[in-house]
T-cell receptor, first 113, second 113 residues
Framework: SAVISQKPSRDICQRGTSLTIQCQVDSQVTMMFWYRQQPGQSLTLIATANQGSEATYESGFVIDKFPISRPNLTFSTLTVSNMSPEDSSIYLC??????????FGPGTRLTVL | KNQVEQSPQSLIILEGKNCTLQCNYTVSPFSNLRWYKQDTGRGPVSLTIMTFSENTKSNRRYTATLDADTKQSSLHITASQLSDSASYICVVNCVEYGNKLVFGAGTILRVKS
């Protein structure tokens, strides 16, 4: 199984600033994803992080707002840019391995003032 | 309209009792259906994965069933423990959407002593 760690675990930020969230997987995975989860809501896929190329974004999410990097198979970052209070949420990193099992990180709880 | 509907929204049971959570989906075709457990403040953890040809899958005190004809799944928890208090999320892996996961809103289970 894969263990996913995220940094930071939580942060409080001022509007207009940016925050970069790091995600590290402890084993080889085939795919990595970023999700957002509003309190009491289900998970919403932001994008699929592609190794060495631009991420694939879902409808409603754009690269300028959520730039994503994945320089190797086990590491990815998500930046939340020019933040507003509406960006307050939990951001989860996820990875899928060769057995098609999908794992999730503990999440980063972001509060934007 | 959400393609994965879960019921009930929330449930309170006494420690030691059994309970069954329901999941109805309209996602089609799908490759597999998953149940996840999400503790408060943590990322989802996989409980079971069933392909469309499987009817039942067990993981310790958790037993998931799947009826692909009626597009229904259930998660049965036996001899509940206080640590079972969490959100239980039904997730369908949608072939049409490039094997992306479609999440239900979850059932919040509270086990009390």
């Amino acid at each position: 199984s894969a263990v996913i760690s995220q940094k930071p675990s939580r942060d409080i930020c001022q509007r207009g600033t940016s925050l970069t969230i790091q995600c590290q997987v402890d084993s080889q995975v085939t795919m990595m994803f970023w999700y957002r989860q509003q309190p009491g809501q289900s998970l919403t896929l932001i994008a699929t992080a592609n190794q060495g190329s631009e991420a694939t974004y879902e409808s409603g999410f754009v690269i300028d707002k959520f730039p994503i990097s994945r320089p190797n198979l086990t590491f990815s970052t998500l930046t939340v840019s020019n933040m507003s209070p509406e960006d307050s949420s939990i951001y989860l990193c996820s990875a899928r391995d060769a057995t098609d099992t999908q794992y999730f990180g503990p999440g980063t709880r972001l509060t934007v003032l | 309209k959400n393609q994965v509907e879960q019921s009930p929204q929330s449930l309170i049971i006494l420690e030691g009792k059994n309970c069954t959570l329901q999941c109805n989906y309209t996602v089609s075709p799908f490759s597999n259906l998953r149940w996840y457990k999400q503790d408060t403040g943590r990322g989802p953890v996989s409980l079971t994965i069933m392909t469309f040809s499987e009817n039942t899958k067990s993981n310790r005190r958790y037993t998931a069933t799947l009826d692909a004809d009626t597009k229904q799944s259930s998660l049965h928890i036996t001899a509940s423990q206080l640590s079972d208090s969490a959100s239980y999320i039904c997730v369908v892996n949608c072939v049409e959407y490039g094997n992306k996961l479609v999440f239900g809103a979850g059932t919040i289970l509270r086990v009390k002593s």
